[in-house]
């Protein structure tokens, strides 16, 4: 069978992407180098950002640099793409019209495994960017799946990009309080689950180690559709 090579669009943010890739080759079963799965990363962090231009299409559009970027990782012999950056799904169909491989849809794929584990799933939360809630994209996701769902407070939204901006991003210490509170207003408004709709969140989630099972990880989710698509096996926790 022909190795499957996995490409990255990432510099959406780059922790994320880095942190993605780490995440593949933690999840993957193997016990030698080559067993490993071939990536391509374009850790591209000069892509305009997605929720500015989501809420505000005078500001520079970042889907021709992606739709680039897409091509080059196909011209590179890439059998998939993923993007490790929830937001910017909002382009996720101009993009896959843009190439001739398969992309991973990270929403699909989180909504899927949150289904899948989670006992009584019913209505689940998001935590994710403005722009990605102005968007729509996880919600259709979610009612596809005849799901309902919650969005934070617009005082709970804001704190929540002050987070994910102004300390993940900017390479600083998550407030973790204030996080876990947003969190759990959620869960008391009867989500029985939280989805980490921002891969910025994710590296909240690893940073401190946050393994509760009604916590689902987008990132996560599409480290493991990536191994599984690529024929790897998923590494048994230990």
Do not use: W
């Amino acid at each position: 069978m022909q190795e499957k090579i996995l490409g990255v669009l990432g510099g959406v943010g780059p922790l994320a992407t880095v942190y993605f890739a780490d995440l593949v080759i933690k999840m993957t079963e193997a016990k030698t180098d080559q067993e490993h799965i071939p990536m391509v990363i374009l850790n591209h962090a000069s892509i305009p950002d997605r929720t500015a231009y989501i809420l505000d299409n005078s500001k520079p559009d970042p889907l021709p640099v992606m739709i680039a970027d897409a091509k080059r990782l196909q011209a590179d012999g890439c059998s998939c793409i993923v993007i490790p950056c929830n937001t910017a799904h909002y382009f996720y169909d101009a993009m896959q019209a843009s190439v001739e491989i398969p992309i991973l849809n990270i929403l699909e794929e989180t909504v899927s495994y949150a289904e899948k584990t989670v006992p009584n799933l019913r209505c689940i939360g998001i935590l994710a960017t403005e722009g990605t809630v102005v968007s729509g994209a996880y919600q259709s996701v979610i009612q596809k799946h005849n799901l309902d769902y919650r969005l934070p407070t617009k005082e709970d939204q804001a704190s929540l990009m002050h987070i994910i901006y102004d300390q993940v991003k900017a390479g600083e210490k998550a407030d973790i309080c204030e996080f876990l509170r947003i969190v759990g207003a959620l869960k008391k408004a009867g989500c029985d689950a939280v989805v980490l709709g921002c891969t910025e969140l994710s590296i909240i989630r690893k940073d401190f180690n946050l393994m509760q099972p009604d916590i689902v990880d987008s990132m996560e989710c599409l480290a493991r559709a990536s191994i599984l698509f690529c024929g790897k096996k998923i590494k048994e926790p230990s």
